[in-house]
C-alpha cells in the first residue's frame, strides 16, 4: 500500500476541493444559461437572436471569471 498518512491525504482535499466546488457552480450555471437561451431564444427568434444568445453567455462566463479572481487577492 501507498501507507499515506491521513494529515497528508487532508492537505491533498484542502488543495482541490475549492476549484472542485467552483466547478461543479460553473457547471450548474452553464446548464441553467443553455436551457434558459434554448427556450426564451426560441420565442425570440429572429436576425439577431443567436449573437444576442452569445452574447450573453460570454458576459456571464466573464462576470463569473472576474467575481472568481476577485475573491483570490
Avoid at 499515506?4 to 492537505?11: E, N, Q, S, T, Y
Avoid at 488543495?15 to 457552480?25: A, E, H, P, V, Y
Avoid at 460570454?58 to 471569471?65: A, E, G, Q
Amino acid at each position: 500500500m501507498l501507507g499515506l498518512r491521513p494529515g497528508c491525504v487532508i492537505a491533498i482535499v484542502k488543495l482541490g476541493l475549492s476549484n472542485f466546488i467552483n466547478q461543479i457552480i460553473t457547471m450548474t450555471v452553464n446548464i441553467v444559461m443553455n436551457n434558459t437561451l434554448a427556450h426564451y431564444g426560441a420565442l425570440y427568434a429572429g436576425p439577431i437572436a443567436d449573437t444576442m444568445a452569445f452574447l450573453l453567455s460570454v458576459t456571464m462566463v466573464s462576470l463569473n471569471f472576474k467575481e472568481l479572481s476577485r475573491g483570490k487577492k
